[in-house]
Structure formats: structure tokens, C-alpha cells
């Protein structure tokens, strides 16, 4: 089987292709451009690199969420489009879950996305001899809310993501967390490979959403206004 994932969750934009369990192919983006600059053109380099087309591909996987509302609309749309003219299937990967197989590392993996506002995205995994189990759905909630989980897990807890640092922060004096190396602690597009892999489900393109995970903030104001409203 060959997976083309893509993740565009983030600040970073990252293309691989796995074939049988071995990643051929991954490139990692982390310039400041914006996602519809390079997205395409880290598609097509991918391609010629691999010598593959989009015919060749069994699955296409994309990083759906939590994430940024933009980036994730620019990441499924040029998922859809590669996926709709040979009606190859696709997968939703969760951008946490892709986060935590992205990790070389064993232990516990508490991955966390800045949500502004001192929250996070965030949810909890345990990894050893090359198995990520889920410990936690992917929430959203303030960053010092997390010493419950954190404290209650098996150390070595460590902290991976964009949100990683905030967490690290929000709960200094706990002793059992481990901030992942800063060079590799963003999304990686093999760990998207990796996700849909484990998790074998599929779904056509045309239903393939984001999971946003909660309103934006334009709803959110909105929302307030309506209710501070006579």
C-alpha cells in the first residue's frame, strides 16, 4: 500500500509517501510562506522525486484538524483534488494523533497545539516498541488544566507540538514533563502516514472534513455579542 499524507495543520507544511511501512519520501516546510504558496508545488516535487502520479496512490491522508481553520480547508481541498479524478480514497487524521507518530521517542506523548488565549489543543498517548495507543480524545482546554493528566501518567511525559512550550510553562514544578527538541517538535507529514496507516479507515474525498473542534473566533464574538445583546 502507498500513502501520500500531507499535513498543513500548522505553521509547517510537510508532504510524505510511505509504501509497505517504509517511508520513501518526506519533506518538512518551515519558511513563514503561507500554505497556498507551497502546498502544490511540495506536491508535484514529491511526486517527481518518488517517480509516482496520483494514479499510483492507494490512500491519500491529510492532517484534519485540530489546527488552523485556514490551513486545514487549504490541506483537505488539495487532498479532494488529487484524490477525485481516480476516486482513491482518503483518511482524516487527527493532527495530534499524526503528532504523536511523528515522535521517536517511548513513554508518554502529550501533544498540544496553541489555541490562543492560554489554551491548547491537546490529547494524551502512550508509545512503545513502535505502537502509539490513544490515552485521551483530543480536547480543548486551558494549559494549567493539564497537571491532572500529567500527573497521574507514566513518566516520562513528553511534550511535543506548537502548544508544547506554553504547556511546559502552565505547569512548571511538576518534575515529570520533557520538552521534545525543538527542531523536531512540530507536525510532520510522516506522522500522518504513519496514523491513517494504523487506524486502515478510508472514506470517499467528498467526505472528507475538518474537525475545526470548536467555533472560530469570528462565531465566538459573535456568540457573545448575541448574548451581552438586550
Known amino acids: 500500500m502507498t500513502i501520500f499524507g500531507l499535513d498543513s495543520a500548522g505553521k509547517t507544511a510537510g508532504i510524505a509517501i510511505l509504501r509497505d511501512s517504509r517511508l520513501i519520501y518526506e519533506c518538512y516546510l518551515a519558511t513563514g510562506h503561507t500554505h497556498s504558496e507551497t502546498l502544490l508545488c511540495l506536491c508535484k516535487n514529491a511526486f517527481d522525486a518518488a517517480g509516482l502520479s496520483p494514479a499510483e496512490i492507494d490512500v ?83 494549559a494549567a488544566s493539564l497537571r491532572g493528566f500529567v500527573e497521574s501518567a507514566r513518566e516520562p511525559v513528553w511534550l511535543l507540538g506548537d502548544g508544547a512550550q506554553l504547556v511546559d510553562e502552565a505547569l512548571n514544578g511538576t518534575g515529570k514533563t520533557r520538552l521534545y527538541p525543538e527542531a523536531y517538535r512540530l507536525g510532520r507529514a510522516g506522522g500522518v502516514c504513519r496514523a491513517a496507516l494504523a487506524a486502515g479507515e478510508t472514506v470517499p474525498a467528498a467526505q472528507l472534513i475538518p474537525d475545526y473542534h470548536r467555533l472560530s473566533q469570528a462565531e465566538r464574538e459573535r456568540a457573545a455579542r448575541l448574548q451581552a445583546a438586550p
Do not use: M, Q
Open 60 to 142: 491519500f491522508a491529510a492532517a484534519a484538524g485540530p489546527g488552523s481553520f485556514t490551513g486545514l480547508r487549504i490541506g483537505l481541498a488539495a487532498v479532494k483534488g488529487l484524490a477525485f479524478p481516480h476516486d482513491t480514497p482518503c483518511a482524516a487524521v487527527s493532527t495530534l494523533e499524526a503528532l504523536a507518530y511523528s515522535a521517536a521517542v517511548e513513554g508518554t506523548l502529550l501533544c498540544a497545539l496553541d489555541a490562543r488565549r492560554g489554551e491548547v489543543y491537546w490529547a494524551g498517548f502512550f508509545a512503545a516498541d513502535g505502537a502509539v495507543e490513544r490515552l485521551c480524545p483530543d480536547e480543548s482546554a486551558p
